[in-house]
């Protein structure tokens, strides 16, 4: 033990170690002071195998109904059968657990021939291996029980309690819907509880720093890290869980009183960064690494990429859909990131706006959604300026050039001048002027600008991405969703921004008009190659952007707030024939009481430390610590994995909840071992100090109260989660009656509960 705290930086006195450091790792000498420990030990592996086999039996429980797609599956599984055709598909989920999934198909002999497109599709008709691929997130939503159990032994408590932590996680009907379906949920909820699981592990060797174990276990949490990260974006929730307890155990180690050298500390400090930091990012990168060799070829995610990654895909269609754009040509021109064209058409604007102020009372010029030809413009030669001077016509255009738009159908100028647009006083009008009319010339000159374009860059169909600056007035053409009022027949306001450098100002030549139809088709070029690192942070901004964007409506979203009272479910399949349904609903009693017991936490943390502060300590050192360190590292864990979703503007729904409730379930048991074992073994106050040693205070004989307790709250659970058992698998035949039973909120919508 000399070594040990020697290692450890400090020579404590074993009073003082006793009560910082309850938790003790394997080399802990009280552990051989117990003759009981082997016995303890037999019951406890006998016990994990009892919740393992029961974890993967509620899982693996008709896992062939319903034999159609469900919920979500309609996104993942299409997903992982992109993968097994290498098809190229754009999702705002990192790649990890859609690998996970197309990997199982390729074992089962699946070539991704199904789409997976509506809910309610038949598996079996279409020939698809579901059962298998469902086998794979049924089987990690079952380790899920056993790793439960294993975090609460790990923790140093005893089996009665980590069997109730299990209990938990076994009986709740939301936890077995979403794992036992092809969905992402859990793979991410296994790779956080291991993460957690590990990260205790690692703790345990604080004592002895540096050795193989504690770089082991420090090393396998970093790998978690990354593998939850490459899972959902949300387990960067779990990379601030474990980086919160990693920034409490550094500020504890800087403490002078700890006696490390500076030295010492920057050991520590470097050792948790590279573990930690480094390689969770190196796994994250890797699996995108894979996910780009895989999805070499053109698919249905091309259009969400540049046209520098689409030239990198198999077959896309730029390799033989663009052309050089020339002046004289006639084009048609869509915004990137809205999709409407460059539209204008003879009526003009109103005399004065609803706002009061007065408009140019020139032609319209807006946005428009479909192809028609007051899209079409001519691209012209600004002839006073020196790049387009004496340029003849079916010269290319380049990157620099200055160009005139001529809109065909009403044979007049783009323009815009500086008066404000119709919606947007901060932003100029766009308009247009009779082409014979070269009064105000220098108001209809644009600048074409490529997009990560040189001097020598061609302007080309499709492939391009460009800003048109106007030379006058330096404002970038622009548009955003908002429709103009009736007067432009809600068509989408098109003006000029001047922040001229913002992405949302890029448009693309959607079509040369005629030349695609005339030019005969040349030969399709190789893809070309792009930097690994490029792709990465492009598709990163584009999932970070996506994601933030999923605002729409749902008619089964639900508000964070209401997540833990279980206030609403989410319907994920229905059979009218049967009167079946799946309905994600958690076991109303696991979900209230999880709650509770962090309601119980924060009423006794509070109590605690008020007591202290009047020179009261209502709790031994040991208990204390292991409520503080144990109870509180399982609420941070759950606020960290529930609090930002407040944050979150996009859409949310139940089962974003799930990872929350998982700790949650830790915080219960924690509060249960205190409330029902500790609590009964010995008085909670003191003095006088208890003479035990600190393992026998913390594993001194459970009363048969606490088997009492646990075994009428775990057979509740049980009656309950069997009560709802039939929404959680979808069993056919559910009468009328037996749903209206099941009402037991108004909010909860399931079908079928009325005639």
Not at 178 to 194: E, G, H, K, P
Not at 460 to 473: I, N, W
Request: hydrophobic letters at 45%; a neutral charge.
């Amino acid at each position: 033990m000399a070594e040990i705290r020697q290692r450890a930086g400090k020579k404590f006195d074993a009073k003082t170690e006793e009560e910082l450091f309850p938790q003790t790792n394997s080399e802990d000498k009280t552990k051989d002071e117990s003759p009981s420990q082997p016995e303890e030990d037999d019951f406890s592996n006998l016990m994990l195998i009892v919740v393992t086999g029961l974890g993967l039996i509620t899982r693996f429980w008709h896992i062939s109904n319903p034999s159609e797609v469900v919920f979500d599956e309609v996104h993942f599984g299409k997903f992982a059968s992109f993968y097994l055709k290498r098809t190229y598909f754009f999702d705002v989920h990192p790649p990890l657990a859609k690998l996970m999934l197309a990997a199982m198909g390729w074992f089962l002999g699946y070539d991704g021939h199904f789409e997976f497109d509506n809910i309610g599709d038949d598996y079996i008709k279409n020939n698809v291996p579901y059962v298998g691929l469902r086998l794979l997130p049924a089987t990690l939503g079952g380790l899920l029980v056993p790793l439960t159990y294993l975090i609460l032994i790990e923790s140093g408590y005893p089996v009665i309690t980590a069997c109730f932590a299990a209990g938990l996680v076994l009986f709740d009907n939301a936890l077995i819907t979403q794992t036992r379906l092809i969905l992402l949920d859990a793979m991410l909820v296994f790779f956080m509880t291991c993460t957690l699981y590990s990260y205790i592990k690692f703790y345990k060797f604080r004592l002895s720093p540096f050795s193989t174990d504690w770089w082991l276990w420090l090393t396998i949490t970093g790998v978690l890290l990354g593998l939850t990260m490459s899972v959902k974006m949300v387990g960067l929730l779990t990379v601030a869980t474990i980086g919160f307890a990693v920034l409490s155990d550094l500020w504890e180690l800087l403490d002078i009183r700890r006696g490390l050298s500076m030295q010492q500390f920057r050991s520590h400090f470097f050792a948790r960064a590279v573990c930690l930091i480094v390689i969770p990012i190196a796994i994250y990168l890797f699996w995108f690494y894979v996910h780009f060799a895989i999805l070499n070829g053109s698919g249905p995610g091309d259009a969400f990429m540049s046209p520098e990654f689409q030239l990198t895909l198999k077959g896309n269609s730029l390799s033989y859909e663009s052309h050089e754009i020339r002046f004289g040509d006639t084009i048609s021109l869509k915004h990137k990131d809205t999709s409407v064209f460059l539209h204008s058409h003879p009526q003009k604007y109103p005399l004065r706006y609803d706002d009061g102020r007065i408009s140019s009372q020139g032609q319209q010029v807006t946005g428009y959604p479909h192809r028609d030809s007051n899209n079409h413009w001519i691209v012209k030669p600004a002839t006073p300026f020196l790049d387009s001077a004496d340029r003849p016509l079916n010269d290319t255009i380049k990157h620099g050039d200055h160009i005139r738009l001529e809109h065909v159908n009403t044979h007049s100028h783009l323009l815009t001048h500086d008066v404000a647009s119709p919606l947007m006083p901060t932003n100029q009008e766009f308009t247009t002027i009779s082409v014979e009319d070269d009064s105000r010339y220098n108001e209809t000159v644009f600048q074409v600008l490529i997009e990560k374009g040189e001097s020598n860059t061609v302007w080309k169909s499709k492939a391009s991405y460009t800003r048109l600056l106007h030379y006058s007035t330096k404002v970038a053409l622009w548009t955003h969703k908002e429709a103009l009022p009736q007067w432009a027949f809600k068509q989408q306001e098109v003006n000029g921004n001047k922040n001229n450098v913002e992405k949302s100002n890029l448009w693309y030549v959607d079509e040369i008009v005629g030349k695609n139809v005339t030019e005969v088709e040349k030969p399709k070029k190789p893809p070309k190659e792009m930097p690994f690192i490029y792709k990465f942070f492009e598709l990163q901004r584009l999932m970070i952007a996506h994601n933030s964007g999923l605002t729409k409506s749902h008619p089964y979203a639900s508000s964070p707030i209401n997540w833990p009272f279980l206030v609403r479910g989410i319907s994920f399949w229905t059979k009218n024939d049967s009167r079946s349904q799946i309905y994600l609903l958690g076991n109303p009693l696991t979900w209230w009481l999880s709650i509770g017991s962090i309601s119980v936490f924060v009423g006794i943390f509070g109590a605690e430390v008020i007591s202290r502060r009047r020179g009261m300590t209502p709790l031994h050192p040991p208990v204390r610590n292991r409520f503080y360190n144990s109870a509180g590292f399982f609420v941070m864990a759950w606020l960290l994995h529930y609090g930002p979703f407040f944050l979150m503007g996009r859409a949310l729904f139940l089962h974003h909840y799930l990872p929350a409730l998982l700790c949650s379930y830790l915080v219960a048991a924690v509060m249960f071992n205190f409330m029902f074992v500790n609590s009964l073994n010995y008085p909670v106050s003191y003095p006088p100090l208890t003479k035990k040693p600190v393992r026998q205070v913390l594993h001194a004989d459970v009363p048969w109260t606490s088997y009492l307790v646990v075994g009428l709250l775990l057979g509740g659970i049980a009656v309950i989660f069997w009560f709802f058992a039939p929404i959680t698998y979808g069993t056919p035949g559910l009468s009328i009656e037996e749903v209206k039973r099941m009402m037991w909120l108004d909010t909860w919508d399931l079908h079928f509960a009325v005639k």
